[in-house]
């Protein structure tokens, strides 16, 4: 079990080595200035060097093992984009430069929108947008104003319980009233539930492709062409976008306006709080409404132009998460198109066949073919007293990190996994192999998987103590 920082404190040790001041001492009258001691331990820099070491080391990330977090696209990040993007020539960059300053820098804009656009079918893109959620919610101001323009006081966005659970909220934020549509026994849209919702009042038809069970809507072109025939907007959420790279086209299946998170699909780092980027695709008849500024090219110069009559205005101080920009570019750029298309073979082969091997010992409600993902249940081993949350934890022994368990909320004690494309085959079967232990010991030790985990620095925490009170949520000793 690691210390903390204060408890290696002692007496006399110090980590500072700077000649005592020789200056005269001037006041200052700041008026926050700290008037007592900061109260941080007195430790030597070779031990606060080795107790940071040890923190990280406890930590999980990608590239210690697999993150089968389904929906949220865990993969590798090649370590070229990091050191592409940590360049000084990028890094060195100020938003408030001249525009000839930063020629290079809107080129790159420039060409990842075109590429983008060329990979989903859309007329054009916007990048400012810095989140999955925050694309969502342009996506729909764009659709808003599209109405405004025209006049009609549609009120309606129609969201498949299928889709990401963000949707409702943007929806909502944008002065819509989202309406539920079920999905069917097949896991997709109730085509015969949807032409009933759809009416004059339907602005938007809300759908994330793959849907949130890893599958693709079959009828996605009935469902545009039922849509469209009652005035309505088609809205796809891009998230899953990994799974059509080079397959599918948003833009020729006839959808309006799309996001893509671009620290899924296009392998720049997700988790830990970011940055990420939801750059927004629409069709031609949209583009008016598109967040300014855009980039735009007049021969070889490149500049901004702010001049959209139906703008719904900046939805971000600047032009998005730059950085992130550079990662997906060297990334799109070293695939090329046949590269592009083989993520998304990869990653619906690694998802299929990982499914199939899971599917030996826990319940799969929706057996697929699926796409990049697929959600398994646990329901099956609720006659031994487990829950999903007991499998979770488990995993961790093995040192896997867990895959989302709960959701969606259609499929009881779901397990969402998410193999990605960049898993070799034997991590995979060494998933699968862990999964089978375990339902093994659910059947014969299902004491073993209430406690765990029971080999990590931590124990399982009651976690709705420790959202309220870290200091006092451990149902078990720690260490115990």
């Not at 700077?18 to 007592?36: A, M």
């Not at 759809?198 to 849907?211: E, G």
């Amino acid at each position: 079990m690691s210390r903390t920082i204060f408890e290696r404190f002692s007496d006399g040790k110090s980590g500072s080595f700077i000649p005592e001041n020789d200056c005269p001492e001037v006041g200052f009258d700041i008026l926050f200035q700290r008037k007592t001691p900061t109260g941080l331990p007195a430790v030597g820099e070779q031990e606060v060097i080795r107790h940071y070491v040890e923190l990280a080391s406890m930590n999980y990330h990608i590239d210690k093992g697999m993150y089968p977090l389904g929906s949220c696209t865990m993969k590798y990040n090649p370590v070229v984009n990091e050191e592409i993007a940590g360049s000084v020539q990028f890094t060195g960059l100020h938003p408030l430069q001249d525009e000839e300053d930063v020629q290079g820098a809107l080129e790159l804009i420039y060409n990842l929108e075109a590429a983008l656009c060329e990979i989903t079918g859309m007329a054009e893109f916007s990048l400012q947008p810095v989140a999955g959620a925050h694309g969502e919610l342009t996506g729909m101001m764009i659709a808003r104003d599209y109405f405004r323009v025209r006049k009609e006081n549609r009120k309606t966005v129609l969201v498949p319980d299928s889709a990401h659970g963000t949707n409702p909220a943007s929806v909502v934020t944008c002065g819509f009233t989202p309406r539920t549509v079920p999905s069917g026994e097949d896991g997709l849209i109730d085509i015969e539930i949807l032409g009933k919702e759809l009416d004059d009042d339907t602005a938007v038809v809300m759908l994330t492709l793959p849907n949130t069970l890893g599958l693709f809507e079959k009828d996605i072109g009935k469902i545009v062409k039922m849509a469209h025939s009652a005035g309505a907007l088609v809205y796809m959420d891009g998230a899953n976008m990994n799974a059509l790279l080079g397959i599918v086209r948003p833009g020729d299946i006839g959808i309006d306006i799309m996001h893509l998170n671009l620290h899924k699909t296009f392998s720049t780092p997700h988790g830990g709080g970011g940055p990420g980027s939801g750059p927004v695709g629409v069709v031609k008849h949209l583009t008016e409404f598109l967040p300014v500024p855009r980039v735009v090219k007049e021969g070889d110069r490149f500049g901004f132009c702010s001049d959209l009559e139906k703008t719904i205005g900046k939805v971000h101080p600047w032009y998005g998460n730059f950085n992130v920009f550079v990662k997906a570019y060297a990334y799109i750029c070293a695939l090329g198109a046949s590269g592009i298309r083989e993520v998304a073979e990869n990653a619906i082969i690694n998802a299929n066949y990982l499914m199939k091997k899971i599917s030996r010992h826990y319940d799969l409600k929706y057996p697929g073919p699926c796409m990049h993902e697929f959600v398994a249940s646990g329901r099956n081993l609720k006659k031994y007293g487990v829950r999903t949350t007991d499998v979770a934890k488990r995993l961790l022994d093995y040192g896997i990190h867990a895959p989302t368990i709960y959701f969606p909320l259609i499929v009881e004690e779901a397990l969402m996994i998410e193999p990605v494309e960049t898993e070799k085959k034997e991590t995979l079967d060494h998933f699968a192999d862990v999964m089978e232990k375990i339902a093994g010991e659910a059947k014969d030790d299902p004491d073993l998987l209430h406690r765990a985990p029971v080999t990590t620095p931590v124990r399982r925490l009651d976690e709705t103590a420790a959202a309220r009170d870290p200091e006092f949520c451990w149902p078990f000793e720690k260490g115990e």
